[in-house]
């Protein structure tokens, strides 16, 4: 499955900031505790705009943060109630823009808005994309039950599992486990 390469972009951001959650992370803590965190996660995702880098700032990252893991696994029809109400609060006005070496992509907020605000209405113009093409199904919890992270399944066939590798290989560790266990007392 593909998506346009700035939706797709967004939906990879909404996964590495939704799993900076304490439940999803290798440390079992937030990953973006601090505005110096959240500052370097931003970077690494070329985010532009204002930033405040202050605790306020990160407060209301946080909340959004929790809002997207939940629209994150909604089905199709409510997601659209959250797309579309997280849109008409921020007064999105989506325009083709292109700067540093991005190619056209949308923007619908000004880039001086409120980072929590600008995250919101770009990730609801990339859920856009993906109700249009009716694959909330790409959009899931990790299988691993242990796990509270998000998976974004950009493979063809639509089988990515797991919102990790690590997370892959220990529920094939444990299950590998319990089948030399139940080979040795059956045999």
Same mark, same amino acid.
């Given at each position: 499955?593909?998506?346009?390469?700035?939706?797709?972009?967004?939906?990879?951001?909404?996964?590495?900031?939704?799993?900076?959650?304490?439940?999803?992370?290798?440390?079992?803590?937030?990953?973006?505790?601090?505005?110096?965190?959240?500052?370097?996660?931003?970077?690494?995702?070329?985010?532009?705009?204002?930033?405040?880098?202050?605790?306020?700032?990160?407060? &209301?990252?946080?909340?959004?943060?929790?809002?997207?893991?939940?629209?994150?696994?909604?089905?199709?029809?409510?997601?659209?109630?959250?797309?579309?109400?997280?849109?008409?609060?921020?007064?999105?006005?989506?325009?083709?823009?292109?700067?540093?070496?991005?190619?056209?992509?949308?923007?619908?907020?000004?880039? $001086?808005?409120?980072?929590?605000?600008?995250?919101?209405?770009?990730?609801?113009?990339?859920?856009?994309?993906?109700?249009?093409?009716? &694959?909330?199904?790409?959009?899931?919890? #990790?299988?691993?039950?242990? #796990?509270?992270?998000?998976?974004?399944?950009?493979?063809?066939? $639509?089988?990515?599992?797991? #919102?990790?590798?690590? #997370? $892959?290989?220990?529920?094939?560790?444990?299950?590998?486990?319990?089948?030399?266990?139940?080979?040795?007392? $059956?045999?």
């Amino acid at each position: 499955m593909h998506f346009a390469p700035d939706t797709e972009a967004t939906l990879e951001f909404t996964v590495d900031l939704a799993n900076t959650v304490a439940g999803a992370t290798k440390s079992g803590l937030d990953e973006i505790a601090t505005p110096a965190q959240l500052t370097a996660l931003l970077d690494r995702h070329r985010y532009t705009g204002r930033f405040d880098r202050d605790e306020a700032e990160l407060a &209301e990252v946080h909340t959004t943060r929790a809002d997207l893991r939940r629209i994150w696994l909604l089905d199709r029809d409510a997601a659209v109630v959250e797309v579309n109400a997280m849109l008409e609060n921020a007064r999105a006005l989506p325009h083709l823009v292109r700067h540093d070496d991005f190619d056209w992509h949308l923007h619908a907020t000004d880039q $001086g808005a409120p980072l929590a605000e600008r995250i919101r209405v770009e990730v609801s113009l990339a859920l856009v994309d993906v109700i249009r093409t009716a &694959e909330m199904g790409r959009l899931r919890a #990790c299988a691993a039950d242990d #796990c509270t992270g998000l998976v974004l399944d950009l493979s063809r066939n $639509g089988s990515k599992r797991f #919102c990790s590798v690590r #997370c $892959g290989n220990r529920v094939n560790m444990i299950a590998f486990r319990q089948r030399a266990l139940d080979d040795v007392a $059956g045999g």
